[in-house]
């Protein structure tokens, strides 16, 4: 299950949450100006993708990180779900699969997308991964971060591995993408 879940919340996370590869001055977007700006940018030479209703996006080459083409790459969006392939690139090192959890009545009560957790059931954290990554459940979230320390803990641990992957636009304040003002 790990050799699925790892590969897959990397591509996930590589994806939605780069902003680029090489590391930018302060006050100059990473990616350089153009990527700064707001509508298409393509490097000379790269022809332009097809047309898409999405409102932001980065394409990469794969295996040298030069950006092919993007639209408001650094657009400060909600991030949703997209915090949970960082939560589980952040824990999944951390926390051992086969540990017990009782999750907390905060834990089962996460609003949102939710597993149905309930704090007289120990639950895997192998299981909640999967219910984090599978079913996009806010109250694994919750309860794999509790499990992680706590919350505060947990915030810290994912905004250094965001640095770390070089996502410098992503701020994370809640380990399931549920809104709160600051996030991005």
Known sequence: ???KIVPI?????SVALSGGTAHAEPG???G????????LVTP??????????????VIADAD????????????????????KALTALTLIPKLDK????RPSQNACNQEGSAVGLTPKIAYKVDDLFKALMMASGNDAAMA?????????????DMNAMAKRLQAYDTVAKTPSGLDLPGQS
Do not use: C, F
């Open 98 to 101: 086969n540990r017990k959890v």
């Open 64 to 83: 040298t990180g030069q950006v092919l083409a993007a639209k408001d790459a650094h657009g400060k969006y909600l991030p949703a779900s997209t915090l």
């Open 144 to 156: 794999l971060a509790e499990t992680n320390g706590g919350l505060p803990q947990t915030m810290r």
């Open 9 to 13: 919340t990397a591509l996930i996370a």
């Open 32 to 39: 350089g100006e153009a990527l700064g700006s707001r509508g």
């Open 28 to 30: 100059t977007p990473v």
């Open 44 to 57: 000379a030479g790269v022809k332009k993708p097809p047309k898409s209703k999405a409102t932001s996006y």
């Open 1 to 3: 299950m790990w050799t």
